[in-house]
């Protein structure tokens, strides 16, 4: 039996190494079977990453670069470089237009522009993409520098337009939703339009935890049950459609 059919949920957007016990954080998805991409901030950490998901069935190690640090980490794009091959997964990168950040925009741009095209030469990463308040310029790169086929690209807690959202859908993007995204009518209307085949779940712990210090990652009952009410289905038909989604976009 398939890693992905085993699982018993998905977490696809998740910074393990930022919880307060690394190794546990990880132990901990092992053991509850939940298939997650932990995603690094910067490509320095992802070797320790690598090193504990090795031989892992439901843990996988990404390679990213936060378009927040770009500012102060744009030369460690050639680690990035330095890093990819040996991983088919990608993140946490993308863009970040909002007031702290702007001031690097155009650089977050050309970083992000290269390693898309990267990924596009290579031909079978999968990515997992930050894009606040920038969806069109997110949606134009992708577009100019990842043709479909050439990779996937999930969004990750996806604030666009619903125009946006629909031109996502059309070059082949999915889409990692949390809770803290329901809590917003305008964002939970959102994701209701969203094609459920192209929906998987995330955390983004512990960024999006509920509590101080969290010791180990929450899971994704709620957004799993937020989601079965948006689709109006049950919440194993949910969890189910989640796991087919995630079979989907890695085969």
Known sequence: MSTQTMAQNVDFHCHLDLYSDHVAAVKYREDQKVFTLAVTTTPKAFPRNRE??????YVRAAVGLHPQLVGE???????????????RYVGEVGLDAGRR??????????????????CAMRGDKILSVHSVRCAKVVLDTIESKLP???GRVVLHWFTGSP?????????????S???RMFEI?????????LPRSRILTETDGPFAERVETPTRPMGVDRAVGDLATAFDLDREEMRALILQNLKDLIS
């Open 185 to 193: 009518e305008r964002t939970r209307k959102l994701v209701s339009s």
């Open 52 to 57: 504990l998901c090795e031989g892992l069935k």
């Open 148 to 150: 479909i086929g050439r």
């Open 163 to 175: 125009s946006e959202a629909r031109r996502a859908v059309e070059l082949g993007c999915y889409f």
């Open 101 to 118: 950040f702007y001031p690097t925009f155009d650089q977050q741009k050309e970083i992000f522009a290269e390693i898309l095209a990267t």
């Open 177 to 179: 939703v949390n809770e």
């Open 73 to 87: 980490r744009a030369h460690e794009l050639s680690v990035w470089k330095e890093y990819e091959a040996s991983t």
